[in-house]
C-alpha cells in the first residue's frame, strides 16, 4: 500500500502561516473522504480538518476559523492553509483517509515559536 507524502511544514513564528500539502494514491484518494491529523510529543494523534470527496470540510474546535482545507483532484493532492498558527499547533502534520485506514506517511514536522 502507497502511503501518502506530506510536505510544506517548518518553522514559523506565532500568528505565521503555513500551507501542507499531501499527494496520495489515485485510487485511495479519489474513493474516500481525506484528513489532516497531527500528533504533537507526548499526545496521542487527532484529527483537525475532514475534506470530504464533495469538498466540504469540517474541522476541530481547537483550529476552527484558522484552518482551511482544500483538494484537487486532478492531481490527487490534498492541502491544509494554516493561518493564526499558536504554539501549540506544533506538531507533526500526516494525511490520511477519514477514517483513517490506509499506511502513514512520515508527516511533516511543524513548529510554531518565536
Known amino acids: 500500500q502507497v502511503q501518502p507524502v506530506e510536505s510544506g511544514g517548518g518553522l514559523v513564528q506565532p500568528g505565521g502561516s503555513l500551507r501542507l500539502s499531501c499527494k496520495a494514491s489515485?485510487?485511495?484518494?479519489?474513493?474516500?473522504?481525506m484528513g489532516w491529523y497531527r500528533q504533537a510529543p507526548g499526545k496521542q494523534r487527532e484529527l483537525v480538518a475532514t475534506?470530504?470527496?464533495?469538498?466540504?470540510?469540517n474541522y476541530a474546535d481547537s483550529v476552527k476559523g484558522r484552518f482551511t482545507g482544500f483538494r484537487d483532484n486532478a492531481a490527487n493532492t490534498v492541502y491544509l492553509q494554516m493561518n493564526s498558527l499558536k504554539p501549540e499547533d506544533t506538531a507533526v502534520y500526516y494525511c490520511n483517509t477519514d477514517p483513517a485506514y490506509a499506511g502513514w506517511g512520515q508527516g511533516t514536522q511543524v513548529t510554531v515559536s518565536s
Open positions: 489515485g485510487i485511495i484518494f479519489k474513493l474516500n473522504d
Open positions: 475534506i470530504a470527496r464533495s469538498g466540504s470540510t
